[in-house]
């Protein structure tokens, strides 16, 4: 059986948070290991550029996972304009990653009910948000239908009333 390796790391471990964000983004921005090297000793952190190597080739490597699970999610949603669709989509793959990081010990499994509670909130709200879009939607095509009503007994001719009807759907 194959034995799990903790991730350990002096960047990933003994970091503030903040500083740690900073080295992200100095990764992200595309700044060599040196320039992190020499951007931690002015904080007067010392870490080798092997040690900010292993790192960022591990950060890197994530952020490249997450940039195509972001365009893959932006395409699903362009394609279906359907947000409950990219919710499912998102569980199907924050479920993938949950077991990724667990298998590669990236995961402290005493973290991860309060990771599924979390996400668990996030899927509530978005189905609390497509649900109001529903119910914004259902009450616009009211209203549009009363507006034409009143419009056509105001003497409006009907394609002007369609042409309001029209205009208030748009808005949905």
Not at 29 to 51: C, H, M, N, P
């Amino acid at each position: 059986m194959a034995q799990i390796r903790r991730k350990r790391g002096r960047i990933r471990n003994e970091l503030a948070p903040e500083i740690r964000e900073q080295v992200d983004r100095l990764l992200i921005e595309g700044a060599t290991y040196e320039k992190v090297r020499e951007f931690l000793a002015r904080r007067g952190i010392e870490i080798g550029r092997s040690s900010i190597g292993r790192y960022g080739k591990d950060f890197l490597n994530a952020y490249g996972r997450l940039r195509v699970v972001e365009d893959k999610s932006r395409a699903l949603v362009s394609e279906t304009g359907d947000g409950l669709v990219l919710e499912e989509a998102a569980s199907k793959i924050f479920a993938q990653m949950v077991i990724e990081a667990q298998l590669s010990g990236d995961l402290d499994i005493k973290a991860l009910p309060r990771i599924i509670s979390d996400f668990a909130k996030l899927q509530a709200s978005s189905i609390m948000r497509e649900r109001i879009k529903l119910i914004f939607k259902e009450r616009a095509k009211s209203v549009a239908g009363e507006v034409a009503k009143v419009a056509r007994t105001g003497g409006l001719a009907e394609e002007k009333a369609a042409l309001i009807k029209k205009k208030i759907l748009g808005i949905v």
